[in-house]
């Protein structure tokens, strides 16, 4: 330990190496902390089932809320959020309402903050959920940014209503994004578009701006990095009830898989992750090869299985981990422009990109029918994450920069 002090770690999701996305995120951030700052404890809200998350922290609480109300439809459930908080607070707000209630009234009640050098926030919707009274450092961690993901939904929105909801749904998450960031000390952002979108710049102002990518942990995907396989499998990666990746893999579906189908009709098409919703579970009603694989303990064998992999998505900002581990796999990439942001990719090289119907369906035709290109592209992709997006790395560094603004007041 480097005598940096101590870290509290506060979350309403908890984190888990073997999830993915955010979970696994936060998983190795922890990991990566405790090596420096000395204790790393752990509030969260909910149960953390993964051993190795509790390894990695000194002391941990864990918190329940009220449940949240199911819905079988992730765009219904959307636009009852909307409803309810354009005017007022962005979404991600109002989804953690319970959660924000827990974890302030249980920092407030807790033990002293005083031991920390920092407390720690993840995600945005739960930002001053700290105590007033603590006088270490606040930081906070934003995975997306509401505000630009509410206006790329706006323009894909089918009908007015919902644009004038995502329209004040933008206004909305602009209002809460300026004033969570200007509450905090520390800020760290998946990308340097994500800390522009926020109104952020680098520096030595307040807040300090951390630029933490998303990674993968290239030697557990090596087992699945194996040859390209012959048949033309596709597969898409993600969690199913989670609005982007319903978007993306509806529109993906319905507009693109049939133009596929179209030059090879032996395609096959794998969706695997978990919770899917009911716009999801119909995909495979009208057959055209479209296979479901719901809450799968593992995505390697479908990574494995797969020719090329796609990331379609229209709304987000960050980046998709979802396409970090299908490059880990030495699988080739179709993607939207909006599926890599975030990733230092060429187009071309690390990955094929197209953001119309017919680009997009080109693209993975390409990946299917050319056996030069796809290998060539999967290979260049593992390259990039061996070489960029390795966790191990990019949580070192985090922990070091933190320390060093605990230090200095300032990032080295």
């Keep these: 330990m480097s005598g940096a002090g101590g870290v509290l770690w506060v979350t309403a999701e908890p984190p888990d190496f073997g999830v993915g996305g955010g979970a696994v995120r936060q998983a190795q951030m922890l990991r990566a902390l405790r090596r420096v700052f000395d204790p790393v404890d752990l509030v969260v809200v909910g149960a953390v089932e993964d051993d190795e998350v509790r390894a990695a922290v000194d002391a941990m609480q864990e918190l329940a809320a009220s449940p949240r109300r199911p819905s079988s439809s992730a765009t219904r459930r959307r636009l009852r959020d909307l409803a309810r908080v354009a005017a007022r607070v962005p979404a991600e707000v109002a989804d953690r309402r319970s959660e924000r209630a827990v974890l302030r009234a249980a920092l407030s009640a807790g033990a002293p903050l005083r031991r920390y050098s920092v407390v720690h926030v993840e995600h945005l919707g739960l930002a001053g959920v700290v105590p007033a009274a603590f006088d270490g450092l606040r930081s906070l961690d934003i995975q997306n940014v509401p505000s630009r993901m509410a206006e790329q939904a706006r323009t894909t929105a089918p009908g007015s209503r919902q644009r004038w909801l995502l329209e004040r749904e933008a206004a909305a998450a602009a209002r809460f994004q300026r004033r969570a960031v200007g509450s905090v000390d520390v800020v760290s952002v998946v990308s340097a578009a994500d800390a522009a979108d926020l109104g ?44 982007p990746n319903v978007d993306g893999i509806v529109w993906f579906t319905e507009e693109v898989w049939p133009r596929v189908i179209q030059r090879v009709p032996a395609a096959r098409l794998s969706i695997v992750g978990r919770r899917p919703v009911g716009e999801v579970r119909r995909l495979t009603d009208a057959g055209r090869g479209v296979s479901l694989h719901p809450d799968v303990p593992d995505t390697q064998p479908f990574l494995a299985a797969a020719r090329a992999a796609v990331v379609p998505i229209r709304i987000g900002s960050g980046s998709r981990v979802k396409a970090l581990e299908a490059m880990a796999s030495g699988r080739p990439v179709a993607a939207t422009t909006v599926g890599l942001e975030g990733i230092e990719v060429s187009a071309g090289v690390h990955a094929l990109v197209g953001d119309a119907p017919g680009q997009l369906a080109a693209a993975v035709v390409r990946l299917l029918e050319d056996d030069a290109t796809a290998e060539q592209v999967g290979a260049a992709g593992r390259a990039l994450v061996e070489s960029r997006y390795a966790w191990e790395s990019i949580g070192s560094r985090y922990a070091l920069e933190l320390s060093e603004i605990v230090r200095t007041g300032s990032p080295e």
Excluded: E, K
């Excluded at 307040?206 to 699945?224: I, K, Q, W």
């Design 200 to 243: 952020l710049a680098s520096g030595t102002g307040r807040p300090r701006v951390l630029v933490v990518p998303n990674g993968v942990d290239p030697d557990a995907f090596a087992s699945a990095a194996g040859p390209l396989p012959v048949a033309p499998n596709v597969v898409f990666t993600g969690t199913l009830d989670y609005l």
